[in-house]
């Protein structure tokens, strides 16, 4: 299963709101989970289950979709968010990831 | 507390061997799955291979089957990738992943990652 991201990267400000899209080359139901990696550190669970929020994150995060088609927002970018987003699907044995969308300070 | 502490890594020849192993602790390693996800420097996230709590289900991505082989050993709480006929593409920091179901597999501990470099 093909995992297709949308940007690839993009600037932004403190303050916006930002949305990162995911597509599935099938559908994957719900099975899918997005991360954040931050440089020299390894992935952290943000949204489990295409919308569930992990425990300790912040509600600023959330996510939606089925199917084909989620998206993971940022309602309120902080400085702590700029880093690198990955969506994950768990739908197939054979798990795959999105290439990565890079969000940077504008 | 959840730990996952890679080591194994280091410098190959093409063609030549590894064994990685990741140890756990925090938690009843047993009755989980197990991944390892590895990163080529400044590339994304790729799955190589995952195990089930008693190792009888294993899964490898095509890009390392047939020169891999992951494997567990729950009296040592201990996860391993071998890795075979290293290539250039295979240099990357492999990642142990603790694996968790909650209405869909998810990875819920992820370690500090060991790096595989892969040159003449």
């Known amino acids: 299963i093909q995992m297709t991201q949308s940007p690839s990267s993009l600037s932004a400000s403190v303050g916006d709101r930002v949305t990162i899209s995911c597509r599935a080359s099938q559908s994957i139901d719900r099975s899918l989970n997005w991360y954040q990696q931050k440089p020299g550190k390894a992935p952290n669970l943000l949204i489990h289950?295409?919308?569930t929020l992990q425990t300790g994150v912040p509600s600023r995060f959330s996510g939606s979709g089925s199917g084909t088609d989620f998206t993971l927002t940022i309602s309120s970018l902080q400085p702590e968010d700029f880093a690198n987003y990955y969506c994950?699907?768990?739908?197939?044995?054979?798990?795959?990831f999105g290439q990565g969308t890079k969000v940077e300070i504008k | 507390e959840v730990q996952l502490l890679e080591s194994g890594g280091g410098l190959v020849q093409p063609g030549g061997s590894l064994r990685l192993s990741c140890a756990a602790s925090?938690?009843?390693?047993?009755?989980?799955?197990m991944s390892w996800v590895r990163q080529a420097p400044g590339k994304g996230l790729e799955w190589v291979s995952s195990?089930?709590?008693?190792?009888?289900?294993?899964y490898y991505a095509d890009s390392v089957k047939g020169r891999s082989t992951i494997s567990r050993d729950n009296s040592k709480k201990t996860l391993y990738l071998q890795l075979n006929s290293l290539r250039a593409e295979d240099t990357a920091v492999y990642y142990c992943?603790?694996?968790?179901?909650?209405?869909?597999?998810?990875?819920?501990?992820w370690g500090q990652g060991t790096l595989v470099t892969v040159s003449s």
């Open positions: 289950g295409a919308s």
């Open positions: 992943a603790k694996v968790v179901y909650i209405r869909n597999d998810l990875v819920d501990y």
């Open positions: 994950h699907q768990t739908y197939s044995t054979w798990w795959s």
């Open positions: 195990i089930s709590g008693n190792g009888g289900d294993i």
């Open positions: 925090g938690f009843t390693f047993s009755s989980y799955a």
